[in-house]
């Protein structure tokens, strides 16, 4: 790249160089003047542009998951005019050098299926295909997913299990088992009614007003009845999420509620273990090939004070990978950046408890024997 080039982080002053690069270079899928202004001005993410002798001829769009160790290239785009001379592999080494900086594991893009020239930039720096999007952009072209490991650490031993994402704000618990009732039986097959089918079959809580989510004795006693083996393992015995209820009519509905669960649970032969899962015991049951749905606080992944519900796979001794089925499309987010995410271990175990109450829940879930 030529000495008289930089790439820096953007600033207001650039907002009207991006707006013209975006409107130039992509004829669909353009992001607006607001939402750029958004990314220059966020903590969260890295809006990076590619500074010639004072004038902005390119741009790369890098995008961060709160508490977990995966970026994703949102967009990348270089002037016509300025292509060549290895602009865009610079371009792409610098998103890369953040996202290290920022302790992530994986660099994840989708890419349309047409862009060749795209597509072997990437090939090139090593990047892997993983899965396709039909039908992704506003043309209705395919994307292609790639990824790339940033730093090399002990591989998976178990395929992850499917994502789904929820489509309904009270629907983390019911998604994450159906993506267990996937990972048992490869037949099973996920669909907006078997999610709405599973939240009537496993809830008890009451949110603020409409709608309400999933405790973990619903949970157990739902994949008990489906057949899997689970066992519960809890900081105590419940009733949960009762602190934030007014209602004393709400409280006593749903503590009878979850009594009920228990006690099909205890029927079913669930094991329940006052004892919740340290970092160490989360490791061992994932190396044995168990996959577990731990309680959060959604404070710590999307800024929300809600308990919610997500799925933990696999670990490599740094990170504990899980699938999340909720999917920030506010902020731009699909699939691929809350399918098979890695999170520190340690921020994990921050992460993985509830409310003032300090609740840990935690359902493992093995395979029916054959």
């Known amino acids: 790249m030529p000495q008289q080039s930089v790439i820096r982080p953007a600033d207001l002053a650039d907002l ?21 202004r958004y990314y220059i001005v966020t903590e969260k993410d ?52 953040e996202a290290e900086r920022r302790g992530c594991l994986f660099l994840r893009l989708e890419v349309r299926a047409d862009n060749v020239a795209a597509i072997r930039l990437y090939e090139r720096a090593d990047y892997r295909r993983f899965g396709v999007y039909p039908d992704y952009y506003e043309d209705h072209q395919d994307a292609l997913r790639y990824e790339k490991r940033l730093v090399q650490q002990a591989k ?16 983390c618990g019911p998604c994450c088992l159906m993506m267990a009732l996937g990972w048992a039986d490869p037949a099973f097959r996920a669909t907006r009614a078997a999610e709405i089918r599973l939240w009537r079959e496993s809830t008890t809580v009451y949110m603020t007003s409409g709608l309400g989510g999933c405790e973990p004795y619903g949970l157990a006693a739902t994949l008990a009845r489906h057949g899997l083996p689970v066992e519960l393992r809890l900081s105590h015995k419940g009733p949960f999420f009762l602190d934030g209820v007014r209602d004393a ?24 273990r006052l004892e919740p899962l340290d970092q160490a015991s989360l490791a061992a ?20 004070k809600v308990p919610h519900w997500l799925l933990a796979h696999g670990q490599d001794g740094r990170h504990v990978f899980v699938n999340d089925p909720w999917v920030e499309t506010a902020e731009l987010e699909t699939p691929i950046a809350a399918a098979n995410l890695p999170i520190p271990a340690e921020e994990f175990q921050r992460m993985a408890r509830y409310g003032q109450e300090d609740l840990r829940a935690a359902v493992i879930i093995r395979k029916p024997k054959p």
């Open 249 to 272: 009519d709400k409280k006593e509905v749903m503590r009878i509620a979850q009594e009920d669960f228990r006690a099909e649970a205890v029927e079913a032969g669930v094991p329940i």
């Open 156 to 171: 998976l031993t178990q395929t992850p299990p499917p994502f789904y994402a929820q489509t309904l704000d009270f629907t």
């Open 285 to 304: 049951v994932l190396d044995e090939g168990a996959i577990v749905i731990v309680l959060v606080s959604g404070y710590r992944m999307f800024r929300k």
């Open 46 to 97: 890295a809006l990076l542009v590619i500074d010639r002798r004072g004038t902005v001829v390119g741009y790369a769009l890098v995008a961060f998951r709160r508490g977990a160790a995966l970026a994703r290239l949102y967009s990348i785009a270089i002037l016509p005019e300025a292509a060549g001379g290895g602009l865009g592999r610079k371009l792409l080494e610098a998103v890369e050098a």
């Open 16 to 36: 009207d160089a991006l707006e013209a690069i975006e409107n130039r270079v992509f004829e669909t899928d353009r992001l607006s003047r607001r939402s750029l």
